[in-house]
């Protein structure tokens, strides 16, 4: 890592925060508000560490815009059946304002936000939450950055918990333990990568 400390800590928020004409959005389950600092903080700091040594630029996050992609914890389903009228009210909501301010990166958090954000571009087949694993939420990163558009809003899948050791859930498939530093790495490199390439595309710059 280089010399920068971590940009400043990120309020949990409550339903969004940040300005929606950023291209980066933030999005996250309501149950898991912590995941703002706890994963994305970290992965961050591997973002910006990348884009300095390349660029000798820093990213901007004053406006991130990061959204709970519902509005209620009562209402996250968790099961491929179980998708009420609210969640569906709140996909044609997001699916409104994807079209009015076209981000251009929409990074996730688990398995919720993820599936949530698939229905709101009508991606067939649909998916309950619990099929999203981490070793195909890795896959669908893995896929997500090979068919970067910057013309286009990207979905990027993260996972939301990332633990050394046995007891890890979401990341058991993924890593071994003592390795969430290494999945930090890697998520962290290859955004920045697809950022440098598309850095006069991204109005993302600290001026």
């Known amino acids: 890592m280089s010399g920068f400390a971590r940009d400043k800590y990120i309020p949990l928020v409550d339903r969004d925060l940040g300005d929606r004409h950023y291209p980066m959005w933030l999005l996250i389950n309501p149950k898991y508000p912590a995941v703002v600092n706890d994963i994305w903080g970290h992965v961050l700091d591997e973002i910006q560490d990348k884009v300095y040594r390349e660029l000798h630029a820093r990213i901007d996050t ?88 910057v013309i286009q809003t990207n979905m990027i899948p993260l996972l939301r918990r990332v633990i050394s050791g046995d007891k890890s859930i979401d990341a058991y498939d993924y890593f071994s333990s003592n390795d969430s530093h290494r999945y930090y790495q890697d998520v962290g490199t ?7 390439q598309n850095k006069d595309s991204l109005d993302i710059w600290m001026k």
């Open 190 to 196: 290859k955004i920045a990568e697809k950022i440098i």
């Open 62 to 149: 004053t406006n991130l815009y990061i959204r709970s992609v519902v509005s209620d914890c009562g209402i996250v389903p968790n099961t491929l059946n179980w998708w009420g009228n609210e969640v569906a009210t709140e996909i044609k909501l997001f699916r409104e304002i994807i079209l009015e301010h076209q981000p251009k990166m929409l990074i996730s958090f688990g398995a919720f936000p993820y599936e949530f954000v698939r229905r709101v571009f009508e991606i067939k087949p649909e998916k309950g939450p619990k099929y999203w694993g981490a070793s195909i939420l890795k896959d669908e990163f893995e896929r997500s950055l090979k068919n970067f558009d």
